[in-house]
């Protein structure tokens, strides 16, 4: 199950990388297991994903919790919060 992963903003300077395409394992079910997945597989995205609570996501271009899961997903972008005045 090949996924295109997106990153935005500081998430995307702190990773390296804009984008880049993962094949996660089975048991990797959830937006919250594939950053845990991505996590341990660099120290980038480690630092990048230390803080859930700085991150948002969307899967195919739909807002989608950490528990949201990625069964069938083609797409998970991953971006910090948007704020606006």
Known sequence: MAIEMLYFAWVRET???????????????????????LAAGSAAHAAAFADRERLRA?????FAGLDAPIAGA????????????
Do not use: H, K
């Open 15 to 37: 990773v390296g990388v804009g984008s880049e395409r993962v094949d996660p394992p089975a048991e990797v079910t959830s937006v919250g297991a594939l950053i845990d997945w």
């Open 58 to 62: 969307a899967v195919d271009q739909r």
């Open 74 to 85: 083609r797409e998970v972008a991953i971006f910090p919060p948007v704020t606006g005045g």
